[in-house]
């Protein structure tokens, strides 16, 4: 499993750009403006990933951890042999398989094949 990046949901989506860019030297490497959100990806030097988040009425903050698995069905499997009573959620995509859970304070942990 590896740390592919981390989901930020933002007030202002221009002062978090010229933030992220500016200050901590990450590029913009994808954008997907929708009616009820844009959604900016962010890589930086290391390969280390960054999405910006600007909903209508957000609420801010961290959203959650995405990591890169090569078979989400079977981390699931690993997950939940640890932890029995863990809730996750399977969703396809039409670029990937996602499983959504949350850690012990809340924020979504979030399993990328």
Do not use: W
């Not at 009820?36 to 801010?60: C, Y």
Request: glycine share 6%; charged share 30%.
């Amino acid at each position: 499993m590896q740390l592919e990046y981390t989901t930020i949901l933002v007030k202002d989506m221009d002062e978090s750009l010229n933030f992220y860019k500016k200050t901590l030297g990450f590029e913009i490497e994808n954008q997907l403006n929708l009616p009820d959100k844009t959604i900016i990806f962010l890589k930086d030097k290391s390969g280390a990933g960054i999405e910006l988040i600007k909903e209508k009425n957000p609420e801010t903050g961290l959203f959650g951890i995405v990591f890169k698995v090569n078979d989400v069905k079977r981390e699931v499997q690993i997950m939940k042999e640890d932890n029995p009573d863990l809730e996750i959620v399977i969703e396809q995509t039409p670029n990937n398989t996602l499983a959504f859970t949350k850690d012990p304070n809340g924020v979504n942990i979030i399993l990328s094949q």
